[in-house]
């Protein structure tokens, strides 16, 4: 476990902040005691909406992601701007390429769900490494350690991003740098709104709240947890899948032909 990372007087970023877990989160900083923090998302209009909702310690930067120009700019703007980045929540996603999906799902998927997070890595490491510290948060998905049966553009990215993670806290430790991994199941949130909403269980069982991952978010720093689980049995989930991985396929193959498309219609 890294050292317990305090949240007091800092200066914290959230990417996808302009609803959803990010904004829950980024409420949640503030509450904690974050000095200020750096509501981002890609449309000014939203971005300076949510910034306005949370009150003068936070602050609105619209900006793409999965641009590294746009991402190293930004950076060096906070840093000039509102100070040192203490705190860097890589949360922005997309759900996008249903089945395996055409290129461009691929492509978009890659660049948000992993290439944002080496943006982020690229520009603020160095400046963390330099000043002895910082964290970044990571937010993937159950769907990183597991499987999602819907899109499989999401599913490898999100796995890409659990990887990326964990090789960002093995060799970045030692810098005085640290780094969680946020793997929810299911959460209230524009992006599954077509999951059946509040009663939705599906396979990821009970969804939850966005307030309730920033929740799980503020703990894991507070204990210096890598892995961030709102949903406790994805660790069991895991370890089934680890132990016994043909199993695991079978059991999600029968999952998969209740849930599938057509399969309530017997086709």
């Not at 969804?207 to 503020?218: G, L, N, R």
Request: aromatic share 6%; with cysteine; proline share 4%.
């Amino acid at each position: 476990m890294a050292e317990p990372f305090s949240i007091p007087g800092t200066t914290a970023v959230v990417t996808g902040a302009a609803g959803g877990i990010g904004l829950a989160l980024a409420r949640r900083l503030l509450r904690e005691g974050a000095a200020r923090v750096v509501i981002t998302d890609l449309d000014p209009d939203r971005v300076t909406a949510a910034a306005e909702e949370l009150g003068e310690r936070a602050h609105g930067m619209a900006f793409d992601v999965a641009d590294e120009a746009a991402v190293a700019d930004t950076v060096a703007r906070i840093e000039q701007d509102l100070g040192p980045v203490d705190l860097w929540c890589s949360n922005a996603g997309i759900a996008t390429g249903d089945g395996l999906g055409d290129d461009a799902s691929w492509e978009v998927s890659w660049r948000v769900h992993v290439m944002a997070h080496v943006y982020a890595a690229r520009a603020l490491f160095p400046r963390m490494a330099e000043r002895g510290g910082g964290h970044l948060v990571v937010t993937a998905s159950a769907a990183g350690l597991l499987t999602q049966l819907d899109s499989a553009p999401y599913s490898a990215t999100k796995h890409g991003a659990v990887a990326l993670a964990e090789w960002l806290a093995i060799r970045h430790a030692d810098e005085g740098i640290s780094v969680s991994c946020l793997c929810p199941q299911g959460v209230n949130t524009d992006m599954t709104a077509g999951d059946g909403g509040a009663s939705a269980t599906r396979l990821g069982g009970e969804y939850i709240d966005p307030e309730d991952v920033a929740e799980s978010v503020v703990a894991a720093l507070h204990a210096g947890r890598f892995l961030v689980l709102p949903h406790p049995e994805a660790a069991d989930f895991e370890q089934r899948r680890a132990k016994d991985r043909d199993r695991w396929i079978e059991g999600m193959r029968r999952a998969w032909a209740k849930i599938r498309p057509g399969a309530a219609a017997g086709n």
